[in-house]
């Protein structure tokens, strides 16, 4: 399944990067915005997508630093120590490694009490290894992720058993090579990208099926150069990221044609508002944004800061905070 794409619709091939930081900055100014008030429960991710596109773009300075801190310091929850979406509201593993992320990105951890943030993601670790997302107890190959993203990036790696957190992630694996959210999970590319990132985390990449993954993920590249994150799905910006990250970690980034993919994504702007939709002449938001300028940074696109591929943070400041794995090609 893929999608014909139509050249004539006044497309450029130029990313169009004034237009795209107007629209991460604009995103969010009305707090009456009808899209604003529905997107409540995501409000940290949506955060950690706008100031990360932002700072790959060189425009962090844009946002208001002052109030994004206050906003995340009322998001910690006083008895876990867990952070939630918006105040308010329950803490999740989720909306704890974006604030996290977007505390990295602002060189202000200090800011809110980390050791509870570290007791928060212990708490979740099960006897099989696996995390819960959060109290109410689901289990996923996205919370072993986000466990070790936010305890690597705090320096608290020590507090979960990664040996046995390692052990379930490899249950996880499939015999295509990919991975699913739980044991006999079918493989989905953004679940493959959860499992290498946490292997990179804790230098244990040396552990799957290379080559058997990397030809799955290879395989997501369409005619029409988007990627899909399953056999048979249609093409999706975000779907960019989380294989060409995984391709990246796993050295094989060359198994795929960069021009063919940088030409898809630069169809997916939106020449009018700025930002990225999922696909060509769909509407735009903030999560594709991310993705889109993320993949077009890990294809070395000129003008934009390096992106680590693990952590989905400019390279400079995962730099200062901690070294992943990545395999040579
Ligand atoms: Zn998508």
């Known amino acids: 399944m893929d999608m014909e794409v139509n050249e004539e619709r006044g497309t450029t091939h130029e990313l169009l990067i004034k237009k795209h930081i107007e629209y991460v900055v604009n995103h969010g100014n009305d707090k009456n915005d009808f899209e604003y008030t529905m997107t409540e429960f995501l409000r940290m991710s949506g955060i950690y997508w706008g100031t990360t596109c932002l700072d790959i773009m060189g425009q962090l300075d844009k946002l208001d630093k002052k109030s994004i801190i206050e906003f995340i310091k009322k998001c910690q929850c006083g008895s876990s120590g867990g952070i939630s979406a918006c105040d308010g509201h329950d803490p999740h593993l989720l909306y704890t490694l974006s604030a996290i992320q977007i505390l990295c990105t602002y060189d202000a951890l200090h800011e809110i009490d980390i050791q509870a943030v570290g007791k928060y993601v212990q708490s979740l670790q099960q006897p099989d290894g696996s995390f819960f997302g959060d109290k109410w107890g689901e289990i996923d190959t996205r919370f072993s992720f986000c466990a070790a993203a936010i305890l690597a990036l705090t320096n608290q790696i020590h507090l979960i058993d990664v040996k046995k957190a390692t052990e379930f992630v ?110 060509p002449g769909n509407m735009p938001d903030i999560f594709h944004t991310l993705f889109g300028v993320g993949a077009l940074s890990l294809l070395g696109y000129q003008n934009l800061k390096k992106i680590n591929p693990t952590f989905c943070m400019p390279e400079e400041i995962v730099q200062k905070l901690y070294q992943v794995q990545i395999l040579e090609s």
């Open 170 to 279: 490899l249950s996880c694996a499939n015999a295509d090579g990919g991975f699913g959210s739980k044991p006999y999970a079918e493989s989905h590319a953004g679940l493959i990208y959860c499992c290498v990132g946490f292997l990179s985390i804790t230098h244990n990449l040396h552990r799957l099926e290379r080559e058997k993954l990397a030809w799955w993920l290879c395989e997501r590249q369409l005619k029409s150069g988007g990627l899909n994150g399953r056999p048979e799905k249609l093409p999706d910006v975000c779907y960019s990221w989380w294989v060409l990250a995984s391709l990246t970690i796993l050295g094989r980034l060359h198994w795929i044609s960069s021009e063919k993919l940088k030409e898809f994504i630069l169809l997916c702007q939106d020449a009018d508002t700025g930002g990225f939709s999922a696909r």
